[in-house]
């Protein structure tokens, strides 16, 4: 959701130029007296809007004029030379995001409690934060101006939401007019520049599946390799989805779809050596049906869309089992690839797990008891790679499905649990701690998409609560054998 990109859309007004929020000290941005809340309005005459036009036009010049409003109201203009790799040393606002005008039919912020704090009702779609973040656009309502800056600044690659081909029903899907649907100019325009595009289908049962998805597919396949990937996304429906024209995803559903586009993906390898259309892991889950391998994947082009995130989390903890086993951890940091490695992961990270040393299993006491709660979806698969660390070091660490009363319906993935679902299990914890899933506390602000504070959330308990990912869970485990002060939890308060 990329809540922490549009968060500012709600607080603040545009204003001209990109203002700035810090001045790395001694760093040229401080030599030519730029400070917190100074604006930069233009860069050797062109109009900055935000840090991506900064970027641009900054990028491999040496001589510079900047045109800046100061806080106090005084507009100065600064030359400066500088060695094309130096750095200015500023951080800037976050990106205000554009909003879409759409009124798709399973739109997020329709299954949205009402008293969901009002960033989750931002309706985003902006080309700039799908450049940054991999945000999905529509291109409805992208301008000309939009697409030359696409172009222009090499802002590549694009995440759109095609959802379908057969214009009719992506009119229907998007409640938007047929004209306004029929985006096969802006692609061209796109392709034909060199801009690389993955594209996502939010799949709906009984509205864009069956012929509608195959020609989807086949249709976005003559665009290989130009369209590098594609991701098939299951509708999740919340409690308030009560849009009778959606209809519910089943187990038999994501059986027909599997079967039906693993027949597309044997012939797109054959075609490209590739997969090229993927299923989200959801729907493999929900299906019954093995996760594909790790080739399957290629290098996860749609990672971040749940697309291998289960195939990455399997391969990384059988690899860090083994090691364990082996008593070996040199490179144990890379256990975790770099690709599901987002800025939400980051968060917490904290110094470097290659430099720990080994700690033997048979020093890992008994006293490594605590519970992990995580999404009904995940629960079971993680649970049957944490019996096999039980039975490895003697730790007694016990999962449990979290369900999701906050959102309801269908929504089980651990990503959208909220505080109250964690408290709501406060009773059924036992050991000496518990750990949840990072990656539901907003990546710059400790609060859960129910608006529960984490020191909130922490008050509940009466043990420590730990927000990890695997690469913190990793680490934790090995500090633990080492002393009990071993948490490696840093939390950072961003905005006050
Ligand atoms: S594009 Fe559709 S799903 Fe996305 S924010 Fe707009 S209305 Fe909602």
Redesign the pocket.
């Known amino acids: 959701m990329y809540e922490f990109a549009v968060t500012p859309a709600i607080t603040q007004l545009r204003r001209p130029g990109v203002m700035i929020t810090a001045v790395e000290p001694s760093s040229l941005g401080a030599e030519l007296g730029l400070e917190p809340n100074d604006r930069i309005v233009r860069v050797n005459g062109h109009l900055v809007r935000d840090y991506l036009d900064f970027r641009f036009q900054t990028a491999g010049e040496t001589e510079l004029t900047l045109l800046v409003k100061k806080a106090n109201g005084e507009t100065w203009e600064i030359e400066v030379e500088r060695d094309e790799t130096e750095d200015f040393g500023l951080t800037f606002e976050q990106i205000i995001p554009r909003q ?1 005008a ?3 039919i ?4 329709k299954g949205n409690p009402k008293t969901a704090r009002p960033s989750l009702f931002v ?3 902006d080309i700039r934060l799908s450049f940054l973040y991999g945000n999905y656009t ?1 291109l409805t309502s992208v301008t000309q101006e939009e697409l030359n800056r696409i172009v222009r600044q090499r802002l590549s690659p694009q995440y759109v ?1 095609i959802h379908a081909t057969d214009l009719k029903t992506r009119a229907y899907l ?1 409640g938007v007019s047929e004209k306004r649907a029929d985006i096969s100019d802006k692609l061209k325009f796109l392709l034909d520049n060199n801009i690389e595009i993955h594209a996502q289908i939010v799949l709906c049962p009984k509205i864009n599946d069956g012929e509608i998805l195959q020609k989807t597919l086949l249709d976005l396949a003559e665009l290989y390799p130009k369209i590098i990937s594609v991701a098939v996304v299951p509708v999740a429906l919340t409690r308030y989805n009560t849009d009778e024209r959606l209809t519910r995803v089943t187990p038999e559903f994501c059986r027909t779809v599997i079967k039906q586009v693993g027949k597309l993906q044997k012939e797109f390898r054959r075609r490209f050596g590739k997969t090229f259309a993927f299923l989200a892991d959801e729907i493999y889950i929900k299906g019954g049906v093995k996760i594909p391998s790790r080739r399957h994947y290629g290098n996860y082009p749609q990672i971040e869309d749940g697309v291998g995130m289960i195939r990455t989390f399997l391969d990384s903890f059988k690899r860090f089992l083994s090691k364990l086993e082996k008593g070996n951890l040199n490179g144990v940091e890379s256990i975790v690839p770099k690709s599901v490695r987002g800025s939400a992961m980051q968060a917490f990270a904290n110094g470097s797990i290659s430099e720990m040393s080994f700690v033997q299993s048979e020093v890992y006491p008994k006293r490594l008891r605590g519970t992990i709660l995580t999404g009904e979806m995940f629960a079971p698969i993680l649970a049957e790679q944490i019996k096999n660390l039980n039975c490895l070091i003697g730790s007694r660490l016990e999962v449990i499905a979290v369900p999701n009363t906050y959102f309801g319906g269908d929504v089980a993935v651990a990503g959208l649990l909220t505080g109250q679902d964690f408290v709501a299990f406060r009773n059924k914890v036992k050991g000496d701690f518990v750990i949840i899933p990072q990656h539901t506390i907003k990546s710059d602000e400790p609060i859960f998409l129910d608006g529960m504070t984490f020191d909130e959330l922490c008050s509940n308990f009466k043990v420590p609560v730990y927000p990890l990912d695997l690469k913190g869970f990793i680490k934790f485990i090995l500090n633990f054998g080492k002393s009990n002060e071993s948490h490696s939890f840093r939390r950072k308060k961003i905005i006050p």
Do not use: H, I, P, Q
């Open positions: 879409c759409n009124d798709c399973f739109c997020f912020c309706r985003d779609e529509t939401s998007l």
